[in-house]
């Protein structure tokens, strides 16, 4: 997985992610760094991306840990337990997402971001 995705959270949690690649990422390398507000639905997080991406959504049942790209609100998205709509452990997402990797630092520590906090946002390529 070569784009590694640095968030850094206003409250001091820092996660860190994995995606694949996928050339349409190369337009959020182009923005890098950014800062983004986050919001909360359940245990996702989930924040607007400041280009448009030219995916489409696939799926709605994830798995924890997973990051996506929402099409509809044009923002990452970050699964780390249920959200309002699921109906077990696992997320749901609010509509159709494209899975792009994983998160691989700090995942437990998402619980602990705020609705509003200020994220930044940092990708490099491997």
Do not use: H, Q
């Amino acid at each position: 997985m070569p784009y590694i995705v640095s968030l850094d959270f206003s409250s001091g949690v820092r996660v860190v992610c994995e995606l694949v690649d996928e050339p349409e990422l190369e337009k959020l390398l182009e923005s890098s760094p950014f800062e983004a507000e986050a919001e909360r639905w359940g245990d996702e997080v989930y924040f607007e991306l400041p280009v448009k991406l030219g995916l489409k959504g696939e799926r709605t049942l994830m798995e924890v840990g997973e990051v996506a790209y929402w099409p509809d609100g044009n923002c990452l998205c970050i699964f780390f337990g249920p959200t309002p709509i699921s109906k077990d452990e696992r997320p749901v997402a609010y509509s159709k997402v494209k899975p792009l990797g994983r998160v691989v630092e700090g995942l437990n520590r998402l619980k602990e971001v705020s609705d509003g906090e200020l994220i930044r946002v940092s990708i490099e390529k491997r």
